[in-house]
Structure formats: C-alpha cells, structure tokens
C-alpha cells in the first residue's frame, strides 16, 4: 500500500533553515508528480510547491516562491522542501501528497510538525 | 492565482440531513481538451491528514460513500452530502488543479446541529 512519511519537522528560531524530507513506498515514486501542502495552527490548507515526476519542473505558491525549494531524488524514492528564513508565519503541519497523472491529490502522509520559536 | 470562495465558512446540520457546500473559483478549470473540470474536494479532521472525496468535480475516489457527491461547472461547484453521519464532522475543501500553482478554498466547517 502506499506510504508517505514525513520527517524533519521540529521547534526551529526565527531566521534559520530547515529540509523536510518525504519517503515514499508502495507506489513507484519516479511516476508520480509530488507536493508539499502545510496547515498552520487554527487555519485552512495552503498548497505550496509541486514537482514533476523526473523532478524537471518544479511550481510554487505566490507566498513561498524564492524561499521553499522542492527537490527530489528517485534513488532514494525521497521528496524533500527546503525551507530558508523560517519566520513564525511557517509554523505549521506540512505534508506531503503524491499526484497522479494530471489528477488531484489522491495520498497523503501524516505530516510533520514544524514550530518556529526562539 | 485562481482564487477558490467557499460558501457558507461553517455549518450545522441534524444527523440524516442533507449538507451542501458551494465553491467558486475566480475563474474556469475546465479543461477543453478532455472536457474535464479541475476541481477536487477534500475531508479534513483534526489530526489527520486530508482524505480526496471528490475529482474531476462530479467522480468519487474509491471507497467514499455514495452519500457524498460532487456537481457544478464552469466557475461553480457543490459538494452534497446527502445524509449527514456523526464521522461526517470535519472540514471541507475544495481545490483547483488546473494551473501550474494550485489553491485551496478556505474551508467549510460541517457541524451536527
């Protein structure tokens, strides 16, 4: 069955970086379009960055570009977010999703918990 | 940024009741090469990741009850449900996936009255 398991969230202070990192079972990793979605404290689901299945091409929400870069490496069948200058508006759940071809969201993991406080 | 407005932001309904959520997006997700509309629904509870209900607005992801349904086009949509169960309460969202960055709706909040 599928799996997506996040890692690498944790209490981080204001300025500093962090990798999420996503590993994927069940499902051959390298088909898949995959994407990182968050939910802060008290609030609705923000969509955040997507990456292609080859990892050629990669989409950003208007409030991340520049700052969260989405990679992947099909070896390790891993998805990761690189999230730089985190600031207390990046505290959140943040989840990864795999991506059918053209589709919706259709699996997601049980997200990894990010805290930003000094 | 297609922008996704969910009506009402919360509501209650008695246990067998039918439930309706709308959702507008700022505009279309139809797309004409296949006909097919953008747009997903998704269930969120506390502590649990998001479950897809509902793509191409109107299909049904395996195992969601019937009692669940998906109808609109163009720029508005709806979720039904057609006879609310206690482990109905969650949020609802809706999605657009039709442009290259994607967006949530706010959410509906789904309450036993």
């Known amino acids: 069955q599928v799996q997506l398991v996040e890692s690498g969230g944790g209490v981080v202070q204001p300025g500093k970086s962090l990798r999420l990192s996503c590993a994927a079972s069940?499902?051959?990793?390298?088909?898949?379009?995959m994407h990182w979605v968050r939910q802060a404290p008290g609030k609705g689901l923000e969509w955040l960055a997507v990456?292609?299945?080859?990892?050629?091409?990669?989409y950003y929400g208007d409030s991340v570009k520049g700052r969260f870069t989405i990679s992947r490496d099909n070896s390790k069948n891993t998805l990761y977010l690189q999230i730089n200058s985190l600031g207390p508006e990046d505290t959140a759940v943040y989840y990864c999703?795999?991506?059918?071809?053209?589709?919706?969201?259709?699996?997601w993991g049980q997200g990894t918990l990010v805290t930003v406080s000094s | 940024d297609i922008v996704m407005s969910q009506s009402p932001d919360s509501l209650a309904v008695s246990l067998g009741e039918r439930a309706t959520i709308n959702c507008k997006s700022s505009?279309?997700?139809?797309?004409?090469?296949?006909?097919?509309?953008?747009l997903a629904w998704y269930q969120k509870k506390p502590g649990q990741p998001p479950k897809l209900l509902i793509y191409?607005?109107?299909t049904r992801d395996s195992g969601v009850p019937d009692r669940f349904s998906g109808s609109g086009s163009g720029t508005d949509f709806t979720l039904t449900i057609s006879s609310l169960q206690a482990e109905d309460v969650a949020v609802y969202y809706c999605?657009?996936?039709?442009?290259?960055?994607?967006?949530f709706g706010q959410g509906t909040k789904v309450e036993i009255k």
């Open positions: 999605q657009q996936y039709y442009s290259t960055s994607w967006t």
């Open positions: 999703a795999k991506q059918p071809y053209g589709g919706p969201l259709d699996n």
């Open positions: 191409w607005a109107s």
């Open positions: 069940g499902f051959t990793f390298s088909r898949y379009g």
């Open positions: 990456i292609s299945y080859d990892g050629r091409n990669e």
């Open positions: 505009q279309s997700v139809l797309y004409s090469s296949n006909n097919k509309h953008f």
